[in-house]
């Protein structure tokens, strides 16, 4: 038999959780989300779960700022720890350029009504002591956000969203979409069909090829992505406050204590990409090749930035997929000709923008524009005709360019 919602969200990571919660918040419970396998599958298990309220666009910190919020509300309701750190975060300048476009940035903030200031070399020393301020000469400091637990996070969405009325399907795999005669939209799933006015796509790097099958041409693909968690370092007893996350372009990598170690996501100058050619089917919670020969010109300049990370031993190091767009930013919204198909699809920053996000495409859903004009993320900015071979390579540039903020 088949059932009838209103809306469909496909994907159980961090993105499709807050667009079923928000939705579900709005009013909108005649909902159900499909996973095929279990929440956080993809990506979300592994992220590092870093929430800045500084974000590469100005236009996108209002995204930032409701994310953090939402996770808050979430947790809230739901009684699930989400392991907010509000421990702050610091974005280093080396040039007086970036120091003069931090800030440009404090009347955005105010209005945010987030505590922002630019500090001073000494003042990041002081935040973060294991740093060298060698060539720094400041930093735009964001001391209210943090971090949070990726998967923690997303299950304390999807409990708010079914204690609302939602539903939830894992181990259900999505077999096709199609339009209906009438203008709905049919689901096949593994466990029966569904039918809905609304349909939510948020499988992160599976998107492309899941709406290939309908004739869309997503430029969506992944690029490797190492972590790096080190083992103790003495030198944190001597610390009387956890440190911010640290965002630097002279790695560049983001860094942040993990329990009594370091955190440390490095953005590769030349980064692999991975299943460009189609994801492997049976490719679920896995983690791909370390290769840590790629890692040693970071290395050396780690050890530059944070001298002690030279005695440092190694806890675990990780490679996993991160899905990109060309531009770095996700594909959020409708799809133009496609009446009730969205996307929210296409992060390499799931965590730190999806509870945004996810109100964000739910007002525009229910209330048939969006609440504010968030134009860089509309799905429409790509054109159909791009070729893989322009999309990976420009994804491969925005990558490594990740924390160059004024080279974008």
Not at 86 to 96: C, F, V
Not at 164 to 180: E, F, K, P, Q, Y
Not at 304 to 312: A, D, G, K, S, W
Not at 361 to 374: F, H, V
Request: proline residues 5%.
């Amino acid at each position: 038999m088949t059932e009838h919602v209103q809306a469909v969200v496909v994907g159980g990571g961090i993105v499709g959780c807050s667009v079923l919660y928000a939705l579900a918040r709005l009013g909108w419970t005649d909902t159900v989300l499909i996973e095929r396998r279990n929440l956080t599958s993809g990506s979300t298990w592994h992220a590092a779960g870093n929430v800045t309220y500084f974000g590469i666009y100005p236009s996108l910190t209002r995204l930032y700022v409701s994310t953090v919020n939402a996770y808050l509300q979430a947790e809230s309701e739901s009684g699930q720890d989400i392991g907010f750190h509000p421990a702050g975060s610091l974005r280093i300048a080396t040039t007086s350029q970036e120091l003069e476009y931090y800030e440009s940035l404090k009347p955005l903030y105010e209005q945010l009504q987030v505590e922002y200031q630019v500090v001073s070399p000494r003042r990041v020393s002081e935040l973060f002591p294991l740093l060298s301020t060698d060539n720094i000469i400041g930093a735009a400091h964001t001391p209210t956000d943090g971090h949070v637990d990726s998967s923690g996070t997303t299950y304390a969405l999807a409990k708010a969203a079914k204690q609302r009325g939602a539903s939830i399907r894992t181990h259900c795999c999505v077999l096709g979409l199609d339009r209906t005669k009438d203008g709905n939209w049919h689901v096949e799933t593994e466990h029966g069909d569904v039918v809905c006015e609304h349909v939510v796509i948020a499988t992160s790097f599976w998107a492309r090829e899941m709406l290939k099958k309908i004739g869309l041409n997503l430029p969506i693909y992944a690029l490797e992505h190492h972590e790096i968690i080190t083992d103790q370092v003495e030198e944190l007893q001597d610390v009387a406050h956890e440190l911010p996350a640290v965002r630097d372009r002279f790695v560049p990598c983001n860094i942040r204590q993990e329990g009594d170690g370091l955190l440390c996501g490095i953005y590769e100058f030349d980064p692999v990409p991975w299943a460009v050619d189609g994801i492997p089917d049976e490719f679920a919670e896995d983690l791909l090749a370390v290769d840590t020969k790629r890692l040693e010109p970071h290395m050396e300049k780690l050890v530059e930035r944070i001298p002690v990370f030279e005695r440092l031993g190694i806890k675990t190091i990780f490679n996993g997929p991160i899905c990109y767009t060309p531009d770095g930013l996700p594909l959020l919204g409708p799809v133009e000709g496609l009446p009730g198909l969205w996307l929210a699809t296409g992060y390499c920053i799931g965590i730190g923008t999806g509870g945004g996000s996810g109100d964000f495409l739910a007002n525009w859903m229910i209330n048939g524009s969006p609440e504010y004009d968030l134009s860089p993320v509309y799905p429409s900015r790509f054109s159909q005709s791009l070729t893989a071979n322009q999309s990976i390579d420009q994804i491969v540039k925005t990558y490594a360019s990740t924390y160059a903020i004024l080279d974008q």
